[in-house]
């Protein structure tokens, strides 16, 4: 097994952040499965967006969770790809755009 800063057998212990702390824990594990729930969003496409957001926000215990539920919701591999790059050209866009700030202040130091 390949050893990383990160163990997958962590992601089964999600749940014990509310030993410290009950009833923040509580709500936010009660917000968390909410926001999962069937609405105007099939819990398929919030798994495909869950995706999305692990990949961008670069968090191993989300990828591997959400890439299970995909598989298990019939999301295809294919579906998982197009959706990865919809979020890494979200983030790309964000960083790039933050560069007019830069441009800006540029500008005003130039003056």
Not at 6 to 12: G, W
Not at 15 to 26: A, R, T, V
Not at 50 to 68: F, G, K, R, S, W
Not at 87 to 104: D, E
Request: aromatic letters at 10%; proline letters at 2%; charged letters at 25%.
């Amino acid at each position: 097994m390949q050893k990383t800063y990160y163990d997958p057998a962590d992601l089964k212990k999600f749940g014990k952040i509310s030993d410290w702390n009950q009833e923040l824990g509580d709500k936010f594990f009660d917000y968390y499965s909410r926001v999962f729930e069937e609405g105007t969003l099939s819990a398929r496409e919030k798994s495909l967006i869950a995706l999305a957001v692990a990949h961008t926000e670069q968090c191993p215990y989300c990828i591997d969770a959400y890439t299970q539920d995909g598989l298990q919701r019939g999301i295809t591999k294919e579906e998982m790809m197009e959706a990865l790059h919809v979020g890494a050209a979200i983030k790309g866009g964000a960083t790039l755009v933050h560069g007019v700030q830069m441009m800006n202040k540029v500008n005003k130091l130039e003056m």
